[in-house]
């Protein structure tokens, strides 16, 4: 467990608490405790007696559990049995849509379909009622999704329903701990899963009834069931705490970028060259680039208007537009007719590629053909990266030290001398929120690399852009890795 962000795998805990329950090896065994296989002897009186009764139906016996099939060992006072040996299995049967009722009547009854009916912490929603009900199961049965979505169990918490092919009832007739047949489920989900056929997963009847069930004695079930349903319970307390953590992460990373880009997180140095100075340096290094052709001249972005300007920020610092601090280029896509373009060692990204942090490699790489006969441009190490389409809009990646290219849903920005590369990226990580904004209203959401130059951007002196950098990656640390989402 990481000390600064609580992380732990909730999901394999619950996992291993199952384990050791069903070995059982999570509470002790109570000598005293009448043994399992006196509870099977009984189990065998009141099934014959339930038949004689007409009250289950017989079924041809199952075949012993072989030392292949045990798993695992169990203690001496419990007993390997086959599922169906200790509980009634009722299959549902699905209705025509005719009889369905979309609101409950007088004599009708719930309709459980399917998965659909079972929430994720095991509450049964009912949406359709039915008429005439033929496999009805009664309050207290375990109902198990066994057909699309494998593996959601719930107790049935009205007095009768019926169930569909897609839902198996779990009657238990023989007064097993209920509580302990369902954590066994949970623990065979994975197997059941396993045993799934066709493209529709589904298991069958004799998936469930060939299952090999340990079955402890009767006040140990009771016992087991207890113990795994405290430290679930304590699981999801320490499940709670760990996203108020994680929220509280979000939140104080979300401020310290916010005080930063506003000039409150270090105090400015009077002796600091103003911003206005470093802007008439980055528009001389501009004209020269032009005059080299290494850049291609563009009309002037206008004035940021007061309007624009989403904060306050320092007297020594300016509101410029990020087209005035960078070159800003969008990639492309080599023609893909073009077998020879690609498998070459050139990195090329995609915006899935993207991961907020420094990019060293990518998903593809394409041939320096590709790049010659393609609108592709490179950029070098140090340069920020920025996803423009669809649902990655916002998301950054800094080039790490090899030059890559990108494709036409990434745009590159290569920052004039005295502009931070780390400091730009913190900028848009903060603003990643507005920059979605301005993507949206379209079928394609999309913020162009026009709208990218036309971004407001607040511009520090240059010695204060380092020690802003500097005190946000002094903090960050603290608050685990940088992840921030559109609602940020």
Same mark, same amino acid.
């Given at each position: $467990?990481?000390?600064?962000?609580?992380?732990?795998?909730?999901?394999?805990?619950?996992?291993?608490?199952?384990?050791?329950?069903?070995?059982?090896?999570?509470?002790?065994?109570?000598?005293?405790?009448?043994?399992?296989?006196?509870?099977?002897?009984?189990?065998?009186?009141?099934?014959?007696?339930?038949?004689?009764?007409?009250?289950?139906?017989?079924?041809?016996?199952?075949?012993?559990?072989?030392?292949?099939?045990?798993?695992?060992?169990? %203690?001496?006072?419990?007993?390997?049995?086959?599922?169906?040996?200790?509980?009634?299995?009722?299959?549902?049967?699905?209705?025509?849509?005719? &009889?369905?009722?979309?609101?409950?009547?007088?004599?009708?009854?719930?309709?459980?379909?399917?998965?659909?009916?079972?929430?994720?912490?095991?509450?049964?929603?009912?949406?359709?009622?039915?008429?005439?009900?033929?496999?009805?199961?009664?309050?207290?049965?375990?109902?198990?999704?066994?057909?699309?979505? =494998?593996?959601?169990?719930?107790?049935?918490?009205?007095?009768?329903?019926?169930?569909?092919?897609?839902?198996?009832?779990?009657?238990?007739? &023989?007064?097993?701990?209920?509580?302990?047949?369902?954590?066994?489920?949970?623990?065979?989900?994975?197997?059941?899963?396993?045993?799934?056929?066709?493209?529709?997963?589904?298991?069958?009847?004799?998936?469930?009834? $060939?299952?090999?069930? %340990?079955?402890?004695?009767?006040?140990?079930?009771?016992?087991?069931?207890?113990?795994?349903?405290?430290? &679930?319970?304590?699981?999801?307390?320490?499940?709670?705490?760990? *996203? *108020?953590?994680?929220?509280?992460?979000?939140?104080?990373?979300?401020?310290?970028?916010?005080?930063? $880009?506003?000039?409150?997180?270090?105090?400015?140095?009077?002796?600091?060259?103003?911003?206005?100075?470093?802007?008439?340096?980055?528009?001389?290094?501009?004209?020269?680039?032009?005059?080299?052709?290494?850049?291609?001249?563009?009309?002037?972005? %206008?004035?940021?208007?007061?309007?624009?300007?989403?904060?306050?920020?320092?007297?020594?610092?300016?509101?410029?537009?990020?087209?005035?601090?960078?070159?800003?280029?969008?990639?492309?896509?080599?023609?893909?007719?073009?077998?020879?373009?690609?498998?070459?060692?050139?990195?090329?990204?995609?915006?899935?590629?993207?991961?907020?942090?420094?990019?060293?490699?990518?998903?593809?790489?394409?041939?320096?053909?590709?790049?010659?006969?393609?609108?592709?441009?490179?950029?070098?190490?140090?340069?920020?990266?920025?996803?423009?389409?669809?649902?990655?809009?916002?998301?950054?990646?800094?080039?790490?030290?090899?030059?890559?290219?990108?494709?036409?849903?990434?745009?590159?920005?290569?920052?004039?001398?005295? =502009?931070?590369?780390?400091?730009?990226?913190?900028?848009?990580?903060?603003?990643?929120?507005?920059?979605?904004?301005?993507?949206?209203?379209?079928?394609?959401?999309?913020?162009?690399?026009?709208? =990218?130059?036309?971004?407001?951007?607040?511009?520090?002196?240059?010695?204060?852009?380092?020690?802003?950098?500097?005190?946000?990656?002094?903090?960050?640390?603290?608050?685990?890795?940088?992840? &921030?989402?559109?609602?940020?």
């Amino acid at each position: $467990m990481k000390t600064n962000t609580l992380d732990f795998d909730a999901q394999a805990l619950r996992e291993k608490i199952l384990d050791l329950a069903m070995r059982g090896k999570l509470v002790p065994q109570d000598p005293n405790d009448e043994p399992a296989s006196v509870l099977l002897e009984k189990i065998k009186v009141e099934k014959e007696q339930l038949i004689k009764e007409k009250k289950i139906k017989k079924s041809k016996p199952l075949a012993p559990i072989t030392d292949e099939e045990k798993p695992f060992d169990i %203690p001496d006072s419990w007993e390997w049995v086959r599922l169906g040996d200790v509980i009634n299995l009722i299959s549902g049967r699905d209705i025509p849509k005719k &009889f369905h009722l979309a609101s409950k009547s007088k004599d009708s009854v719930p309709y459980i379909t399917g998965a659909s009916n079972i929430t994720e912490n095991g509450e049964i929603h009912i949406s359709e009622w039915i008429d005439s009900p033929s496999v009805v199961v009664s309050k207290g049965t375990i109902i198990l999704s066994v057909k699309g979505t =494998i593996g959601k169990i719930a107790e049935l918490n009205v007095e009768k329903a019926h169930i569909a092919r897609q839902i198996m009832g779990i009657d238990n007739a &023989f007064g097993l701990s209920k509580e302990y047949e369902k954590f066994f489920l949970e623990s065979y989900i994975q197997e059941l899963k396993n045993k799934a056929k066709s493209m529709i997963p589904g298991i069958s009847r004799d998936d469930l009834l $060939m299952a090999e069930f %340990p079955l402890p004695p009767l006040s140990e079930q009771s016992r087991i069931a207890a113990k795994i349903a405290q430290l &679930f319970a304590l699981l999801r307390k320490v499940e709670s705490s760990t *996203q *108020q953590y994680a929220k509280l992460q979000t939140l104080l990373k979300s401020k310290v970028l916010d005080l930063a $880009m506003r000039g409150k997180l270090v105090e400015q140095d009077p002796h600091d060259e103003p911003a206005s100075v470093l802007l008439k340096k980055i528009k001389a290094e501009k004209e020269q680039l032009i005059k080299e052709g290494k850049i291609k001249k563009s009309k002037p972005l %206008p004035p940021i208007t007061d309007d624009e300007k989403p904060f306050d920020i320092p007297n020594g610092w300016e509101w410029v537009r990020l087209g005035d601090i960078g070159a800003w280029a969008a990639g492309a896509t080599p023609s893909r007719k073009h077998s020879e373009y690609y498998g070459g060692d050139i990195p090329w990204l995609k915006t899935g590629d993207l991961n907020d942090g420094i990019v060293e490699e990518t998903s593809e790489k394409i041939t320096e053909l590709g790049v010659k006969n393609s609108s592709v441009k490179i950029n070098k190490p140090g340069n920020i990266l920025i996803a423009m389409y669809g649902a990655t809009i916002g998301k950054l990646g800094i080039v790490g030290k090899k030059e890559l290219v990108t494709n036409q849903a990434c745009c590159g920005c290569t920052p004039y001398k005295g =502009i931070y590369n780390q400091y730009l990226f913190y900028y848009l990580l903060s603003s990643r929120k507005r920059l979605i904004n301005l993507g949206s209203g379209g079928a394609q959401p999309n913020i162009s690399k026009q709208k =990218i130059e036309k971004f407001a951007f607040p511009l520090p002196p240059q010695s204060e852009q380092s020690r802003v950098t500097a005190k946000i990656e002094q903090l960050l640390p603290f608050l685990g890795k940088v992840e &921030f989402s559109a609602e940020q």
